[in-house]
Protein backbone atom coordinates (compact mmCIF):
# COMPACT_ATOMS: atom_id res chain seq x y z
CA UNK A 1 0.00 0.00 0.00
CA UNK A 2 1.10 3.60 -1.05
CA UNK A 3 0.61 6.72 0.40
CA UNK A 4 1.71 10.31 -1.04
CA UNK A 5 1.87 13.41 0.48
CA UNK A 6 2.99 17.01 -1.13
CA UNK A 7 4.22 20.82 -0.13
CA UNK A 8 4.27 23.24 -2.43
CA UNK A 9 5.65 26.65 -2.31
CA UNK A 10 8.53 26.33 0.29
CA UNK A 11 10.42 29.21 1.09
CA UNK A 12 13.68 27.26 1.15
CA UNK A 13 15.49 26.72 -1.97
CA UNK A 14 15.40 23.29 -3.77
CA UNK A 15 19.31 23.24 -3.07
CA UNK A 16 18.48 23.13 0.30
CA UNK A 17 16.00 20.65 0.63
CA UNK A 18 17.57 18.03 -1.32
CA UNK A 19 20.48 17.46 1.24
CA UNK A 20 18.23 17.19 4.29
CA UNK A 21 15.78 14.64 1.50
CA UNK A 22 18.89 12.43 1.06
CA UNK A 23 19.36 11.81 4.75
CA UNK A 24 15.70 10.19 5.24
CA UNK A 25 15.29 8.61 1.32
CA UNK A 26 14.89 4.84 1.40
CA UNK A 27 14.41 4.64 5.62
CA UNK A 28 11.80 3.81 7.83
CA UNK A 29 9.39 6.01 8.62
CA UNK A 30 10.59 6.02 12.81
CA UNK A 31 13.99 6.12 11.31
CA UNK A 32 13.34 8.72 9.32
CA UNK A 33 11.72 11.20 11.67
CA UNK A 34 14.86 10.43 14.42
CA UNK A 35 16.70 11.44 12.05
CA UNK A 36 15.28 14.77 11.41
CA UNK A 37 14.73 15.54 14.92
CA UNK A 38 18.71 16.37 14.99
CA UNK A 39 19.16 17.47 11.60
CA UNK A 40 20.12 21.22 12.29
CA UNK A 41 18.87 22.56 8.57
CA UNK A 42 15.47 24.36 8.41
CA UNK A 43 14.40 22.35 6.16
CA UNK A 44 14.28 19.35 8.49
CA UNK A 45 10.87 21.07 10.06
CA UNK A 46 8.84 21.17 7.05
CA UNK A 47 10.07 17.32 6.13
CA UNK A 48 9.13 16.15 8.90
CA UNK A 49 5.80 17.60 9.05
CA UNK A 50 5.08 16.19 5.73
CA UNK A 51 6.20 12.64 6.90
CA UNK A 52 3.89 12.77 9.46
CA UNK A 53 1.18 13.82 7.18
CA UNK A 54 2.01 11.14 4.98
CA UNK A 55 1.70 8.38 7.71
CA UNK A 56 -1.81 10.14 8.60
CA UNK A 57 -2.36 9.72 5.01
CA UNK A 58 -1.86 5.66 5.13
CA UNK A 59 -3.60 5.39 8.05
CA UNK A 60 -6.48 6.96 6.71
CA UNK A 61 -6.16 4.76 3.61
CA UNK A 62 -5.80 1.28 5.37
CA UNK A 63 -9.39 2.24 8.51
CA UNK A 64 -10.77 -0.78 7.24
CA UNK A 65 -7.18 -2.94 6.72
CA UNK A 66 -4.83 -3.90 9.05
CA UNK A 67 -2.14 -1.19 8.76
CA UNK A 68 1.69 -1.33 10.82
CA UNK A 69 3.35 2.02 10.78
CA UNK A 70 6.51 0.46 11.55
CA UNK A 71 6.70 -1.43 8.14
CA UNK A 72 5.89 1.96 6.15
CA UNK A 73 9.19 2.95 4.56
CA UNK A 74 10.05 6.17 2.30
CA UNK A 75 9.84 5.21 -1.18
CA UNK A 76 9.53 8.27 -3.06
CA UNK A 77 10.78 11.65 -2.11
CA UNK A 78 11.36 14.41 -4.76
CA UNK A 79 12.57 17.96 -4.38
CA UNK A 80 11.44 19.81 -7.41
CA UNK A 81 11.92 24.17 -7.88
CA UNK A 82 9.16 26.55 -7.75
CA UNK A 83 8.01 29.36 -8.79
CA UNK A 84 10.56 32.11 -8.02
CA UNK A 85 10.14 35.73 -6.03
CA UNK A 86 11.77 38.34 -8.03
CA UNK A 87 13.01 41.09 -6.00
CA UNK A 88 16.02 43.94 -6.62
CA UNK A 89 18.26 45.30 -4.47
CA UNK A 90 19.63 48.82 -4.77
CA UNK A 91 23.50 49.10 -5.77
CA UNK A 92 26.08 51.71 -6.43
CA UNK A 93 25.75 54.49 -8.74
CA UNK A 94 21.41 54.06 -9.06
CA UNK A 95 21.88 49.73 -10.29
CA UNK A 96 19.82 47.67 -9.45
CA UNK A 97 20.36 43.78 -8.75
CA UNK A 98 17.89 41.17 -9.43
CA UNK A 99 17.37 38.59 -6.21
CA UNK A 100 15.39 35.48 -7.14
CA UNK A 101 14.06 33.70 -3.81
CA UNK A 102 13.26 30.22 -4.95
CA UNK A 103 10.68 27.71 -3.75
CA UNK A 104 10.20 24.05 -3.78
CA UNK A 105 7.81 21.65 -4.45
CA UNK A 106 8.07 18.62 -2.15
CA UNK A 107 6.77 14.64 -2.69
CA UNK A 108 6.99 12.31 -0.56
CA UNK A 109 5.50 8.52 -1.21
CA UNK A 110 5.58 5.84 1.51
CA UNK A 111 5.02 2.12 1.17
CA UNK A 112 5.25 -0.53 3.44
CA UNK A 113 6.65 -3.31 0.66
CA UNK A 114 10.18 -3.88 0.62
CA UNK A 115 12.44 -2.03 -1.74
CA UNK A 116 13.64 -3.89 -5.01
CA UNK A 117 17.46 -4.97 -5.20
CA UNK A 118 18.74 -3.28 -8.11
CA UNK A 119 20.82 -5.69 -10.29
CA UNK A 120 24.34 -5.66 -10.50
CA UNK A 121 26.44 -4.86 -13.57
CA UNK A 122 28.51 -7.52 -15.86
CA UNK A 123 31.58 -6.02 -15.54
CA UNK A 124 31.21 -6.21 -11.46
CA UNK A 125 30.72 -2.48 -10.96
CA UNK A 126 33.96 -1.54 -12.45
CA UNK A 127 33.48 0.81 -15.66
CA UNK A 128 36.24 0.60 -18.38
CA UNK A 129 36.67 3.10 -20.81
CA UNK A 130 38.79 3.32 -23.71
CA UNK A 131 41.37 6.13 -24.34
CA UNK A 132 42.61 6.77 -28.07
CA UNK A 133 46.00 8.22 -28.44
CA UNK A 134 47.14 10.94 -31.41
CA UNK A 135 50.94 11.30 -32.67
CA UNK A 136 52.34 14.57 -33.25
CA UNK A 137 54.56 14.89 -35.96
Known amino acids: MEARA ?7 TPRKV ?20 YVEKRAAEPLAKLLRS ?4 AERAAKDQALDVD ?16 RYMPRAMGRA ?12 TLSDEKPEKR ?8 RRTQHTTTRRS
Open 18 to 37: RVVADLIRGKNVNAALSQLA
Open 6 to 12: SLRYLRI
Open 71 to 86: RLTVKELMVDQGPSLR
Open 119 to 126: ASRATGGV
Open 97 to 108: FKIQKKTSHISL
Open 54 to 57: AVAN
